[in-house]
């Protein structure tokens, strides 16, 4: 009996098995390569996220409990010689149930954290689906997540009542995706009723930038 003969079926299988071996090999290598073409984009998304202004006004405000800016951004003009403190900007959050009257400044502020706060929790989707797991985002943004989430008495950053506000303005307005991502960070975002007691010169500083607004849409219009 020849060599063939009696093993050609087992060469021809051995055959098979390596093809189809080759081949999830080959399926393996184009799904990694598909992943991390799809990774990469991500990166970019969160890349150009994190540069975008009212993101970057969110972390400075985030990273300082008061910060004066030589320039701020409003809409289609620029505002001069602006300071905002935690204690401002947590009254300006307040919900709509604790005062609706809001002041011009007051609303630009909240379109700024509406923006970043809409972006940021799109993140979580791309989590709940497995396209990445928390740890690739904390590059990115994980330092300002964490300053804005822990109630950790050994390691939170600001004041307590200002980061309840923050809390209580993402469980209001955000409650579904944005805390479930900030859980994914180790924070519970948890709403928690404040009496939102105006600060002191609250009205006098509010003013002033309002009136900053006005002054600049006049000269906008006269230029």
Known sequence: MSFIATYGSLLGMTGAIITFLFG????VQLQKSKEVSSLLKISESIEKFVSKQNTKLVFTLTDYTSFHFDTFPYGDITLNDITVSDEMLGYALRPHSKGANFTLFEAHLREIFDAYFTELEKYYYFIKIGAFDVDFLRPFIGYYVDI???????????????????HNYMASYFPVNLVKLYQKFGHEIQYRDLPYQKPENYDRWMDNIDSKIKEAKKQKQLS
């Open 148 to 166: 804005q989430g822990t109630m950790n008495p050994s390691k939170i950053r600001k004041n307590k009542i200002y980061l309840q506000c923050i």
């Open 24 to 27: 999830v090999f080959k399926y």
